[in-house]
């Protein structure tokens, strides 16, 4: 399946065109940081879905979730049938820091295929089964990730300023590249605060910006890259799990990225 996808000029989000029960297109939000493939809740009303409650804590502690079972979801050429899906409030969630989407395709989606996001030409690729593609793969230069800690973040090797290598979670979901205020100390990167602050599930955070000689991520490097430094342990529930940083759109939107999820294998183009 190939689908053209366009970049929201807010948040920098992947966007696709994805049909639910027929009707459509809406707009899903590609995130390969988010654990489920989920629609909103007034999408779910809009369409008359049927939902059922459900507490997921590692999502938010303070507002009920739901799941629902869509007869039809649509992506580029492909459909899925019978899909389980949360049923998310997003204003609730993140408040004015999302822009108005209608769902997102996330792990329980993405877990069964190679996904190949190519930012440059807008494109996404879904292969369901790479011994049929062998040949066309023969070439890629190829780095194991890992799942942290059993949970659906993808972990890619990162070394800064020629440092040891920490694992960030690479996220399409993610508007910017953001590193841990623990972190940037340890690798006593300047920092200097700027107006705003970091919003996520958890709450939001003061921030930083730190310039970086050398940004590396597996098999390519980029100069002069500026990250922020936050405390992600104000930002998001699960930052337990995010112990250094996280990869995001400033980075990833310059190269054709290659998910391998279930041989844990990445490569960029």
């Known amino acids: 399946m190939v689908a053209d996808f366009k970049i929201d000029e807010a948040s920098n989000h992947i966007i696709l065109d994805v049909y639910v029960n027929k009707e459509g297109p809406f707009k899903f939000v590609l995130d390969t940081g988010a654990k489920a493939t989920s629609i909103s809740k007034k999408l779910a009303e809009k369409l008359g879905i049927e939902t059922l409650d459900l507490d997921v804590e590692e999502i938010s502690v303070s507002i009920p979730h739901q799941i629902a079972l869509l007869q039809h979801l649509k992506i580029g050429g492909d459909i899925y049938k019978n899909e389980d899906v949360l049923v998310l409030d997003f204003e609730k969630l993140l408040g004015r820091c999302v822009q108005q989407i209608d769902g997102t ?56 300023n020629d440092s040891e290598s920490f694992d960030f979670v690479l996220d399409t979901g ?62 998001a529930p699960k930052a337990v799990n995010i112990k250094n940083g996280i990869i995001g759109y400033n980075f990833l939107k310059n190269y054709k990225i290659i998910l391998d999820y279930q041989n844990c294998r990445f490569s960029l183009i």
């Open 174 to 235: 993610a508007g910017g590249t953001v590193i841990t205020q623990q972190l940037a100390e340890k690798l006593q990167l300047e920092t200097k605060p700027i107006p705003g602050i970091v919003k996520g599930v958890g709450g939001e955070a003061k921030m930083s910006i730190a310039l970086t000689e050398s940004f590396n991520v597996g098999m390519v490097t980029q100069e002069k890259m500026q990250i922020i430094a936050t405390n992600l342990d104000v930002v």
């Open 105 to 160: 395709i996330g792990f329980t989606t993405l877990k069964h295929y190679i996904v190949i996001i190519d930012y440059p030409q807008k494109k996404i690729l879904f292969e369901s089964n790479i011994t049929d593609h062998e040949d066309k793969y023969s070439d890629v230069n190829w780095q194991e990730f890992a799942f942290l800690n059993g949970t659906h973040l993808i972990g890619v090797p990162v070394k800064i």
